[in-house]
């Protein structure tokens, strides 16, 4: 599939009305589905991550390999400290971001608000969701877009369901969607991943501005209006707004309370953090809205990789594109069992690893890419994140052997010591940080903050999945479960007054 098709067939998708579409994609399904999976490879193969490792990664990868082996057989205590300063160096740069971000969001009460857009002047709209064996919860998200405070007239919305799923298109359909909400069903081909599903949206969008919403998603009503007014008051530069993402349910056990404050960190602290040092942002996967010709011109996402609002925000600051963040809330679900949330963190960590992969394959253009400060963010966040906790349980190995060796050099308990006590601060600062997270985010219980090194026990064993699959199915995307509409429904959803702080 080549020239005429790539233009002119696409361009039809993008002008024509639902009835002009629909026959596209029943008259050129194959051609189609080809352009969503491998159209972004074709057209930026040093971006893709199909593309795979370049041979120096390889090489690279090997030698570190081997020294790690080495060093923790010949010299383990110069390991340790060498490894406890790479995690060190990783919490450090955390701690940095986030208190800039705390630190931000204090000087300006929460935030400033850009002045609104009028309605007469409201640009139009276009809300992806994309919805694979959703029939449980799809129902709740039509209805509360259905209520989204946004002129119906400049809104679309397409809800983005695989062919042999039948029961989530019912389900659309049983939610009395408003006009302005359609189904549309995907070309069926490989691979069967959340970013080829977007393409497609991409490819049919008729709006100026675009988001994405997941199915279990709950966004402010006024979400769009907030970003729309962000897009006015900016240059053509900003590429996308990354809205905040918070949990309905971290009430329900343990796990969702350390996921709530991790998602707290993140979404309330950290990325405002980067935007206003104006470092480059990995997106979260839901509520990053965009100019819909500015994300064509990046190419859409990359149906291979499998984080691809990460990727995709570092592809925005390589091509000289700037990320914000809003204030508004999207609320989303916690998985509240460890297997599920295990499985997602293998993917995220997969995802974070093929990410930095594809945007150091080629050393030189990473530089004038990226330049001092977005290396930073992709070593020292994007890859440093499963990285650190990879080599957590070695850490943890190493220290106890040396606890309990008791033939210490004074060259040995020159190491050992400022590793336990650097591994100790750097436990207390993620303690703190988090802390300040919930604290922002006014989640109950905020001293649960505590747990975090319990906590993360489960992202390393993430980090070593994801390593496993990297290597013998790197394009595997484990499907996340979601409670049904029932459970969802049960755990209202807390006002923005009065649960989050600005």
């Not at 091509?319 to 609320?331: A, F, H, P, S």
């Not at 963010?377 to 990879?390: D, E």
């Not at 080599?391 to 190491?415: E, H």
């Not at 064993?461 to 790197?474: G, K």
Request: proline fraction near 7%; charge should be neutral; aromatic fraction near 8%.
């Amino acid at each position: 599939m080549t020239g005429l098709f790539d233009t002119d067939v696409i361009e039809a998708l993008a002008r024509g009305g639902a009835e002009t579409q629909r026959r596209i994609l029943e008259r050129w399904p194959d051609r189609i589905a080809d352009e969503m999976a491998d159209g972004f490879t074709r057209r930026h193969p040093d971006m893709a991550a199909k593309s795979g490792f370049a041979r120096w990664q390889l090489v690279a990868l090997t030698v570190v390999v081997v020294g790690l082996l080495t060093g923790v057989v010949l010299v383990p205590l110069l390991t340790l400290a060498l490894l406890t300063s790479v995690v060190t160096g990783y919490s450090l740069l955390h701690g940095v971001v986030a208190l800039t971000g705390l630190l931000a969001g204090r000087r300006h009460g929460g935030g400033l608000a850009d002045p609104p857009v009028p309605e007469a002047d409201l640009p139009t709209y276009t809300v992806l969701v994309p919805a694979y064996q959703e029939a449980e919860v799809i129902g709740g998200l039509v209805r509360h877009l259905a209520a989204l405070d946004y002129p119906s007239d400049r809104l679309e919305v397409l809800i983005l369901v695989e062919q042999h799923d039948p029961d989530t298109t019912r389900a659309v359909l049983a939610a009395d969607p408003p006009p302005f909400v359609r189904v549309v069903q995907l070309p069926p081909g490989p691979p069967q991943t959340k970013p080829r599903s977007v393409n497609l949206g991409l490819m049919l969008a008729r709006g100026e501005l675009l988001v994405i919403f997941d199915a279990e998603d709950r966004p402010d009503p006024a979400q769009l209006r907030h970003a729309a007014a962000r897009f006015a008051a900016r240059g053509r530069q900003l590429a996308c707004v990354q809205a905040r993402l918070l949990f309905r349910n971290p009430a329900d056990n343990w796990l969702t309370k350390q996921f709530a404050m991790e998602y707290a960190l993140r979404f309330a602290i950290s990325l405002p953090g980067l935007a206003r040092l104006r470092l480059p942002i990995p997106l979260g996967g839901t509520s990053n809205h965009f100019r819909t010709d500015t994300l064509r011109d990046l190419g859409g996402w990359d149906a291979w990789n499998v984080t691809e609002d990460a990727d995709l925000g570092m592809r925005c600051a390589a091509l000289g594109y700037r990320t914000e963040t809003i204030e508004t809330v999207t609320w989303e679900e916690a998985l509240d069992t460890t297997g599920p949330f295990v499985r997602q963190r293998t993917r995220w960590f997969k995802g974070f690893l093929m990410t930095t992969a594809v945007h150091t394959r080629n050393p030189r253009h990473t530089l004038r890419r990226f330049q001092a400060s977005g290396i930073l963010v992709l070593l020292g966040i994007v890859a440093a994140g499963p990285v650190t906790a990879l080599v957590q349980p070695v850490i943890t190995a190493l220290t106890v052997a040396a606890v309990f060796d008791r033939t210490w050099s004074s060259a040995g308990s020159a190491l050992v010591l400022p590793a336990l006590a650097a591994q100790a601060g750097s436990a207390a600062l993620w303690i703190a940080i988090t802390f300040a997270a919930a604290r922002r985010a006014r989640l109950a219980a905020p001293w649960h903050a505590v747990f975090v090194p319990l906590y993360s026990l489960l992202w390393s064993v993430a980090a070593w999945r994801a390593v496993h699959q990297l290597a013998v199915a790197p394009y595997t995307w484990e499907k996340t479960p979601h409670a049904n509409d029932r459970v969802a429904g049960s755990h209202e959803q807390p006002s923005a007054v009065s649960r989050v702080a600005g």
